[in-house]
């Protein structure tokens, strides 16, 4: 068993990347979304539920951290063809999908548009730790 007050060093990064010159409530939206597509990817990473002293059970979360970037529509543009050429797996989040209304509709936004001519705002993604380091180049911790 391992000490829960030992930091613990993981081998892979879960990562999301926004644009910065979005609303916050937009910043958060397009952050949760992609969460919840890495976590999707990767039901391994998913922890244990919780449970309070009362007993009260929670739904379980990420197992592991997830870092939050941000930059401008040209870092996105460049972490989205790194990604692509490293083949690591994305989540992507476009500014058409903020006037949809549901999940199809998403879809379709982004089916609609070629990958070099997305709109990005956001992309998450999983992968070896340097991998994605290099990704992220050009971007840098969300305040």
């Known amino acids: 068993m391992t000490d829960p007050s030992e930091p613990v060093r993981f ?5 999301v990347l926004v644009r910065d010159d ?10 949760a979304f992609l ?21 009260t059970a929670y739904l379980p979360l990420l197992g592991r951290p997830v870092l939050v970037f941000e930059g401008d529509r040209d ?7 790194r ?8 989540a992507v989040f476009t ?9 199809d509709a998403n879809r379709a936004a982004v089916a609609a548009v070629a990958g070099s001519d997305l709109d990005l705002v956001g992309l ?20």
């Open 11 to 15: 081998d892979t990064k879960i990562a």
């Open 22 to 31: 979005l609303a916050t409530w937009q910043r958060l939206n397009v952050t």
């Open 35 to 55: 969460a919840s597509g890495i976590t999707a990817a990767h039901l391994d990473l998913v922890g244990a539920p919780y449970a309070d002293a009362d007993g």
């Open 75 to 81: 870092a996105l543009r460049a972490a989205h063809g």
């Open 83 to 90: 990604a692509l050429g490293r083949s690591l797996p994305l």
């Open 95 to 103: 500014a058409d999908m903020f006037s949809t209304g549901h999940d």
């Open 124 to 143: 998450a993604l999983h992968g070896p730790r340097n991998a994605v380091d290099k990704v992220l180049k050009g971007s840098h911790v969300h305040p």
